[in-house]
T-cell receptor, first 115, second 114 residues
Framework: NAGVTQNPKFQVLKTGQSMTLQCAQD?????MYWYRQDPGMGLRLIYY???????DKGEVPNGYNVSRLNKREFSLRLESAAPSQTSVYFC??????????????FGEGSRLTVL | AQKVTQAQTEISVVEKEDVTLDCVYE???????LFWYKQPPSGELVFLIR??????QNEISGRYSWNFQKSTSSFNFTITASQVVDSAVYFC???????????FGKGTTLSVSS
């Protein structure tokens, strides 16, 4: 009953280092998303993938890249981390069938600190 | 462009009080979906309700109720007889009919004291 799994849960980086946040879902969902959450800002969309093989920018894509590796996995990469990327990152997935759009299922979040 | 506004940043109530969390949205889509999520202090995001634009019926689930009014572009959430366990951040969200990503409001922090 895993749902959406994110790794790592916690990470501390130095400015300029790179890292990849991994996300996998086992619900056979087509769409996957990466959000970041900052105090007072709500959840802001970084990138999303409406289906396997496609990715699109969200509201705050600068400094990030994504890869939709297969239907299950959607990774988020920080090539050169900056202190402004200190945040909690959430991966989510969503089913879409017969024109209906369901709710987002979220992972537990990954807390990233950039020093 | 789509937008969700939760004007109440923080609300504090005493147990057993009723509380309403406001959500106002903007969209040009004729088909869209509205959502509420709860984020307790533990940090996970918990889905509460989804409503599509063609269904304006109000919904009640236990102590929770939702009032959807297209005329005022609002989707308000009421907790009746609040409890300490209701303390959380509550997010309202909107997505278009094409399965586009959810756009979230900035959230309302609800604190319920005993």
């Amino acid at each position: 009953n895993a749902g959406v799994t994110q790794n790592p849960k916690f990470q501390v980086l130095k400015t300029g280092q790179s890292m990849t946040l991994q996300c996998a879902q086992d619900m056979n969902h087509n769409s996957m998303y990466w959000y970041r959450q900052d105090p007072g800002m709500g959840l802001r969309l970084i990138y999303y993938s409406a289906s396997e093989g496609t990715t699109d920018k969200g509201e705050v894509p600068n400094g990030y890249n994504v890869s939709r590796l297969n239907k299950r996995e959607f990774s988020l990469r920080l090539e050169s981390a900056a202190p402004s990327q200190t945040s909690v990152y959430f991966c989510a997935s969503r089913s879409r069938s017969r024109g209906d759009t369901g709710e987002l299922f979220f992972g537990e979040g990954s807390r990233l600190t950039v020093l | 462009a789509q937008k969700v506004t939760q004007a109440q940043t923080e609300i504090s109530v005493v147990e057993k009080e009723d509380v309403t969390l406001d959500c106002v949205y903007e969209t040009r889509d004729t088909t869209y979906y509205l959502f509420w999520y709860k984020q307790p202090p533990s940090g996970e995001l918990v889905f509460l309700i989804r409503r599509n634009s063609f269904d304006e019926q109000n919904e009640i689930s236990g102590r929770y109720s939702w009032n959807f009014q297209k005329s005022t572009s609002s989707f308000n959430f009421t907790i009746t007889a609040s409890q300490v366990v209701d303390s959380a951040v509550y997010f309202c969200a909107l997505s278009g009919g094409g399965g586009t990503a959810l756009i979230f409001g900035k959230g309302t922090t609800l604190s319920v004291s005993s």
